[in-house]
């Protein structure tokens, strides 16, 4: 990926356009740094974590060796990731104890003091494709585009610090880059040469960028890996919410299979409706051989102990105890996971996205998981959020 950044030559004519070339306004109050924590935390003790003393530990095990292989440089994750080496992987009752050693835990709180939220699954997708268009793979899954500026309003004015937007030159203009609908268009024509594989079928296609990273099955059979690079800058927008609003789905059957089911039954109308979210997302192909998706932490997700999250509330990498339900279940599922990536629909304090591993059945976990749950980040001491 080559990005161009903006700079002074660039700044005030960037500057002179924000407003009305930007389509998501500046924020009224300044973005906390990535990773620092927000006031909104609850100091909590071991017992108030649901299930703790049942919790299966080593099945959590290789996240925490993720986190260490990212953070284990970190002034705060020197110790930690030293004392974690001398652990044996199955060993529950000295995980534990390492944990309640090296960690204090505190409950995540919404700006209105609530302490509930959304939670929701995502996973890797398997799509037939080629490196080759043809009639049949005719859905390109694009490398980012060169004429892609990077702009970051932080370095033009204090107050946007922690806003980066995405641009292009217009002639002597910065403008938005372009959105889905005009990229599938054709009008991004930087996107020429960029395809990386071509697939069969636009809703699998979309539903891959909601994702973040996937498999191609090509027509040899073997499998190549693909993980986000870049978004278009846009805002993500709901096409599951603009169903329901045109009373096309009940609010429950706006999973990602009643979307797909929708789209079989309404080829006509597919681009319209898909053109309602404008973020368009970006990939680089990774090495086959890893043993998951690359999150925003740099590392592979853990079927089932990674989750995706806000890094404005949530720092990446720290254990993160996550209260909720299965999918479309009151059945309790109270476990032990990693803050491993993030995603352009985790907005907020109390929200996580439950990474559920690969294939058929993870996506059908993943397509049906939408619960109310709960958050108790797990601080390593010396690092812990200062509260009001």
Request: hydrophobic fraction near 40%; aromatic fraction near 10%.
């Amino acid at each position: 990926m080559r990005l161009r950044t903006i700079r002074s030559a660039l700044f005030a004519l960037c500057a002179g356009m924000w407003l009305s070339a930007c389509q998501t306004p500046p924020p009224k109050e300044p973005i906390p740094p990535v990773g620092k924590p927000s006031p909104d935390f609850l100091l909590a003790s071991w017992t108030d974590l649901p299930d703790w003393l049942q919790q299966e530990l080593p099945a959590s095990w290789p996240a925490l060796q993720q986190t260490c292989s990212a953070l284990r440089l970190k002034t705060n994750w020197l110790p930690i990731c030293a004392a974690a080496k001398g652990i044996a992987a199955d060993d529950a009752m000295a995980q534990r104890t390492f944990y309640e050693t090296w960690f204090t835990p505190y409950k995540i709180l919404n700006p209105d003091g609530s302490d509930t939220g959304l939670v929701t699954g995502y996973y890797e997708p398997l799509l037939p494709g080629s490196r080759k268009r043809s009639e049949r793979f005719a859905y390109p899954i694009y490398a980012p585009p060169e004429d892609m500026l990077e702009v970051d309003m932080g370095e033009l004015y204090p107050q946007f610090r922690g806003n980066i937007v995405r641009a292009r030159l217009q002639g002597k203009r910065v403008v938005p880059y372009f959105n889905r609908a005009e990229i599938e268009a054709g009008l991004a024509s930087a996107l020429r040469g960029r395809e990386l594989f071509w697939v069969d079928n636009p809703v699998e296609l979309f539903f891959l960028q909601i994702q973040g990273s996937g498999r191609i099955q090509l027509e040899d059979g073997t499998h190549a890996r693909i993980g986000y690079a870049e978004q278009n800058g846009h805002p993500y927008a709901s096409i599951g919410r603009k169903l329901i609003d045109m009373g096309e789905l009940l609010p429950e059957q706006a999973s990602m299979q009643g979307i797909k089911n929708w789209a079989e039954k309404n080829p006509a109308q597919l681009g319209i409706l898909l053109g309602h979210n404008p973020s368009y997302v970006f990939f680089r192909e990774l090495p086959p051989t890893l043993s998951g998706p690359i999150g925003a932490l740099g590392v592979p997700l853990t079927n089932e102990y990674s989750i995706a999250v806000d890094r404005r509330t949530v720092p990446l990498g720290v254990p993160v105890f996550l209260a909720t339900t299965q999918p479309n279940s009151s059945e309790p599922l109270n476990r032990l996971v990693f803050a491993q990536d993030t995603g352009g629909a985790i907005k907020g304090a109390v929200r996580a996205d439950f990474f559920w591993g690969f294939g058929e059945l993870a996506g059908h976990q993943a397509g049906r998981m939408k619960q109310s749950g709960r958050l108790w980040v797990l601080f390593p001491k010396g690092g812990e959020p200062a509260l009001n």
